[in-house]
């Protein structure tokens, strides 16, 4: 049996799946990424390790929005962006999914799928309300843990109409309803309510959500969020078991395709990377009044990597 | 000689050649401010209100850009270019806003372009003209090889397949590629590479051919705008709606990316009824939007998702 790695370093969280030949989730780790993603991959590759206890990857994969970062930091097999792996994922255990619902820590997706193919996608514009960032502020400022926040919504008989298109509005809307006394069940689920109303007027304008609906991405842990869905479109949602790491998974998959192609060679830099001495640094290139701000990635004083600049006087490493 | 400048940005792309030849006749020297930079951005950016777009931000940058570099900055109000079709009021505002923001620019060159009233078109275009000479024939012949320009200008680009960029600038597109995308919208957005983070490049790096609107011929984008839309309503509504539906109906392309401004009224309108054609013909088609906030990443992601998926539909 060839096991695969997916990396999925996400705005709020990092997910890595350990995922077998034949599909299996064999291990999973989902953390915060805390604005420290190099330390984040580490983490998360040695609790990995330590569960897999020796056995050889086969091929490894990154996606989301540090995928380039992570790619270069572990050797990846293949790159690839949230929208293609997250369908993916979705194909393999919903085969004849039709519609995706993601929603993620900083970006909510659709991706509308006919007999197994995308064949549209849209993601929120410019703006993170109607994400998991905005119901994690909401969490906070009404003194909750988020992982409550769905159980609390599920007790709500007469939701609170909330102002959701963007937090900053949310906010004074909701200290608003508070203080002319509605409870505070009622005053959550509006919250999952407003999200909800959210997703579908902006993200899923104009697109055609057909049954089976398969819900993912970590608000799916969200079982308030899940009824505002279910109420609003009027059609259960298909949480997939392994929904908080679809990500992962989807580029584990595309790992395996992408190895099978190159003769079953892995450019994986082995476990070894969890121990591996990453410097990231910046700078302001001076070459012309762009100033890009210059990211870079090194090991052990040798450039990985460099990202930021318009044009591509950085690009090449040697 | 008189030195006139001329801002790289709005209809720059559009008519940059009519221009030259019209100041060339007149004996004046252009001064191009240069691409769009950080510095350029931040300075639009800094003396607008929110509520304008982010190109009008870009071309108030380029105009600080050439404060102490030109006698006169030209410009023109095009208020509209054919009868019952209007133009944004940020373009028949433009010269009044461009005082209002920066006062202390050189003296403007200012210029009514409004087909609907034609005898008052003659006598603005003679009035731009008396800055340089009091001889009204000399202005005429500057005018109609300005015209003359501007056809030439046009019709390259469709017999070549040519983009703006490389007419202007020199670039050179890649010709060759493993699918084809068409790329539509108005040319302050499509060419100019800070604004759009690169985004012509970005695509042919995946190995893409990249189709643009100066590249279909003004009747057949027009036929596609009348079918789409039963005809103009906005100026420059051809190279959106007229371009995408016409690549969209020919199928030459495996997908269609429209590209916008945040903020933009007349093109909200137009990419609804593009989305809403490329869907009832089943063509793969996405809208990006573009403003100061924009982050690369973002865009990346988008483009990505979308050749992907324009690659497995074929």
């Known amino acids: 049996m060839k096991v695969y790695l997916g990396i999925d370093v996400g705005s709020v969280t990092t997910k890595v799946v350990a995922l077998s030949s034949d599909g299996q989730v064999l291990s999973s780790v989902y953390l915060r990424t805390e604005g420290k993603p190099v330390q984040m991959v580490q983490q998360s590759l040695s609790e990995i390790r330590q569960r897999l206890q020796g056995v050889p990857i086969a091929g490894v994969g990154t996606t989301g929005s540090a995928r380039y970062l992570a790619g270069v930091m572990v050797g990846a097999d293949v790159v690839k962006n949230e929208i293609t792996a997250q369908a993916i994922a979705s194909l393999h255990y919903v085969p004849d999914v039709k519609t995706i619902i993601e929603i993620g820590g900083q970006d909510s997706k659709i991706i509308i799928l006919r007999d197994g193919i995308a064949v549209d996608f849209g993601m929120n514009t410019v703006c993170a309300a109607g994400t998991g960032s905005f119901l994690d502020h909401q969490a906070d400022r009404l003194n909750m ?69 398969v819900f993912q991405g970590g608000v799916a842990f969200n079982k308030g969020i899940v009824r505002a869905f279910e109420e609003g479109l009027g059609i259960k949602t298909i949480i997939p078991p392994h929904h908080e790491v679809m990500g992962a998974i989807g580029t584990a998959f595309l790992a395996e395709e992408e190895t099978s192609q190159n003769g079953n060679v892995t450019k994986f830099r082995g476990f070894e990377v969890t121990e591996a001495k990453y410097a990231t640094s910046s700078f302001e290139c001076k070459g012309c009044p762009n100033q890009c701000e210059i990211a870079q990635i090194s090991l052990d004083g040798k450039v990985l990597a460099r990202w930021g600049g318009r044009c591509d006087r950085w690009e090449r490493v040697d | 000689m008189v030195k006139v400048g001329i801002p790289r940005a709005l209809l720059y792309y559009e008519y940059y050649p009519m221009w030259r030849a019209f100041f060339d006749a007149l004996g004046a020297e252009l001064v191009v401010s240069e691409s769009t930079t950080k510095d350029v951005a931040a300075s639009g950016v800094a003396r607008v209100t929110a509520e304008t777009c982010f190109p009008v931000k870009i071309f108030m940058g380029h105009v600080i850009s050439l404060i102490g570099k030109c006698d006169f900055i030209f410009v023109p109000a095009v208020r509209s270019m054919e009868e019952k079709v209007h133009n944004c009021s940020k373009f028949l505002g433009l010269p009044d806003m461009t005082r209002a923001v920066i006062p202390e620019c050189p003296p403007l060159l200012e210029v009514d372009i409004d087909m609907e009233k034609k005898r008052e078109l003659y006598s603005s275009v003679y009035a731009l003209g008396r800055h340089f000479t009091w001889n009204p024939l000399k202005v005429r012949r500057a005018a109609k090889l300005a015209l003359q320009s501007h056809g030439e200008y046009k019709a390259r680009m469709v017999r070549e397949g040519k983009t703006p960029s490389e007419v202007l600038e020199g670039k050179s597109e890649q010709r060759d590629g493993s699918s084809s995308v068409a790329l539509v919208g108005h040319p302050y957005l499509l060419y100019d590479d800070y604004v759009n983070h690169r985004l012509i490049s970005r695509l042919e790096g995946q190995g893409v051919i990249v189709l643009t609107p100066e590249m279909v011929s003004q009747a057949d984008m027009k036929q596609a705008t009348h079918e789409l839309a039963g005809g103009s309503y906005w100026t420059y509504e051809d190279e959106v709606i007229g371009a995408g539906g016409y690549y969209i109906k020919k199928g030459v392309v495996d997908g269609v990316i429209s590209v916008m401004a945040f903020g933009c009224g007349p093109d909200s309108v137009m990419m609804h009824i593009l989305d809403r054609y490329a869907r009832r013909e089943r063509r793969p088609y996405t809208c990006l939007t573009l403003d100061e906030h924009t982050a690369e990443a973002g865009l990346a992601t988008r483009v990505e998702a979308f050749i992907d998926m324009v690659r497995k539909r074929r």
């Open chain 1, 145 to 213: 843990r988020i992982e409550d926040f769905g159980e609390i919504a599920l007790e709500s008989n007469n939701p609170v109409r909330i102002a959701g298109r963007c937090t900053v509005f949310a906010e004074s809307d909701m200290v608003h309803k508070q203080q002319l006394g509605y409870p505070l069940e009622d005053i959550v689920y509006g919250l999952c309510q407003a999200l909800v109303r959210n997703y579908l007027n902006n993200v899923g304008l104009g697109k055609e959500l057909l049954s089976p609906i």
